[in-house]
């Protein structure tokens, strides 16, 4: 193997970087000593912050390590590297988010061959031999935010409904299960422009801004990726304009600036998707796989839609 790809594992061996989740004596420990399960993120950053916290918690319970193994940008490669590592290392097992789930096949099966267990999260990988997927309900998220959609355009009297839609990437597997739930409802002659920013948020915001500049008419802002807004609305002068305009968005995922946004107001709205969930089940999960114990091949969680109705009650939780 070469230098140059050494897992993050390793280095955290000698840095202390690695979360230790050591049961303390008075519980029962697992006949298995030193479980370890690596968990890898498609990027490191506030929404995968509840997947980590989360997961550590269950560590905690359980016992055992867990090692958050975010890669170094937002390309599937690296993501390859990460899983090539973690086999010469001999893990127990591999939760993923796949940035690409048809490059990750391959890995992630010879990850299984190698006789580490592996599982999906928020993003999965379903061609591959992964032994279950926990996470948002993609495809029915999507048909959700296109109800909300139609709901906001009608209720802010739009009659063009022509929409622009932004995702993350145009391979990862829950942006496309999203966006095929979307059109599922949504006439596609309503569809303007599929903007794919792939998980980078600066260049997310200009391809947005760039768009919604052009001199055309657009009534609604579809945000399959919500990353770019977390900050707030106003973070993206373009977007704000849009909305005091009256234009109609609607947004993916939760922050403060972007709660105390939409209480304020009703042309817009966000799904909330169940992180914290993600993490625990998930660690939990695999867990009981490495044991021989029964575990889940999929747990699916429904995304929760706040609007100005909701937004203050759901702002009090963070």
Same mark, same amino acid.
């Given at each position: 193997?070469?230098?140059?790809?050494?897992?993050?594992?390793?280095?955290?061996?000698?840095?202390?970087?690695?979360? =230790?989740?050591?049961?303390?004596?008075?519980?029962?420990?697992?006949?298995?000593?030193?479980?370890?399960?690596?968990?890898?993120?498609?990027?490191?950053?506030?929404?995968?912050?509840?997947?980590?916290?989360?997961?550590?918690?269950?560590?905690?319970?359980?016992?055992?390590?867990?090692?958050?193994?975010?890669?170094? =940008?937002?390309?599937?490669?690296?993501?390859?590297?990460?899983?090539?590592?973690? #086999?010469?290392?001999?893990?127990?097992? #591999?939760?993923? =988010?796949?940035?690409?789930?048809?490059?990750?096949?391959?890995?992630?099966?010879?990850?299984?061959?190698?006789?580490?267990?592996?599982?999906?999260?928020?993003?999965?990988? /379903?061609?591959?031999?992964?032994?279950?997927?926990?996470?948002?309900?993609?495809?029915?998220?999507?048909?959700?935010?296109?109800?909300? &959609?139609?709901?906001?355009?009608?209720?802010?009297?739009?009659?063009?409904?022509?929409?622009?839609?932004?995702?993350?990437?145009?391979?990862?597997?829950? &942006?496309?299960?999203?966006?095929?739930?979307?059109?599922?409802? #949504?006439?596609?002659?309503?569809?303007?422009?599929?903007?794919?920013?792939?998980?980078?948020?600066?260049?997310?915001?200009?391809?947005?801004?760039?768009?919604?500049? %052009? /001199?055309? %008419?657009?009534?609604?802002?579809? &945000?399959?990726?919500?990353?770019?807004?977390?900050?707030?609305?106003?973070?993206?002068?373009?977007?704000?304009?849009?909305?005091?305009?009256?234009?109609?968005?609607?947004?993916?995922?939760?922050?403060?600036?972007?709660?105390?946004? #939409?209480?304020?107001?009703?042309?817009?709205?966000?799904?909330?998707?169940?992180?914290?969930?993600?993490?625990?089940?998930?660690?939990?999960?695999?867990?009981?796989?490495?044991?021989?114990?029964?575990?889940?091949?999929?747990?699916?969680? %429904?995304?929760?839609?706040?609007?100005?109705?909701?937004?203050?009650?759901?702002? =009090?939780?963070?």
């Amino acid at each position: 193997m070469k230098k140059a790809g050494l897992s993050l594992l390793a280095i955290c061996l000698f840095t202390g970087l690695l979360i =230790s989740c050591k049961q303390n004596a008075n519980v029962k420990h697992a006949p298995k000593d030193n479980v370890i399960i690596a968990i890898i993120p498609k990027v490191d950053n506030e929404i995968f912050d509840q997947v980590k916290e989360s997961a550590i918690k269950a560590g905690k319970e359980l016992g055992i390590t867990i090692t958050w193994e975010a890669p170094t =940008s937002n390309d599937g490669k690296k993501q390859v590297e990460l899983i090539e590592n973690l #086999i010469q290392y001999k893990v127990d097992g #591999i939760l993923i =988010s796949c940035n690409d789930a048809e490059l990750l096949k391959e890995p992630i099966d010879r990850a299984i061959k190698a006789g580490i267990k592996v599982g999906t999260f928020d993003s999965d990988c /379903p061609k591959s031999n992964r032994i279950f997927y926990v996470g948002t309900d993609n495809k029915e998220a999507g048909t959700i935010c296109a109800q909300t &959609m139609l709901n906001l355009l009608a209720k802010n009297k739009k009659q063009n409904n022509k929409i622009i839609i932004l995702s993350s990437g145009p391979n990862a597997e829950n &942006m496309k299960e999203r966006l095929n739930g979307f059109r599922s409802v #949504i006439n596609q002659n309503s569809i303007d422009d599929i903007l794919f920013a792939f998980e980078m948020n600066d260049y997310g915001k200009d391809l947005l801004t760039l768009s919604l500049k %052009k /001199p055309k %008419k657009i009534d609604g802002v579809q &945000m399959l990726w919500g990353l770019p807004v977390l900050k707030g609305v106003d973070s993206i002068p373009a977007l704000s304009r849009f909305m005091n305009k009256g234009g109609v968005s609607v947004f993916f995922d939760v922050s403060k600036p972007l709660l105390k946004y #939409i209480k304020d107001h009703p042309n817009c709205a966000t799904m909330k998707q169940d992180f914290h969930s993600m993490g625990y089940d998930g660690v939990t999960n695999m867990y009981n796989a490495i044991m021989d114990k029964s575990y889940q091949m999929q747990i699916l969680y %429904k995304v929760q839609v706040i609007d100005q109705r909701n937004a203050e009650e759901e702002l =009090s939780k963070l």
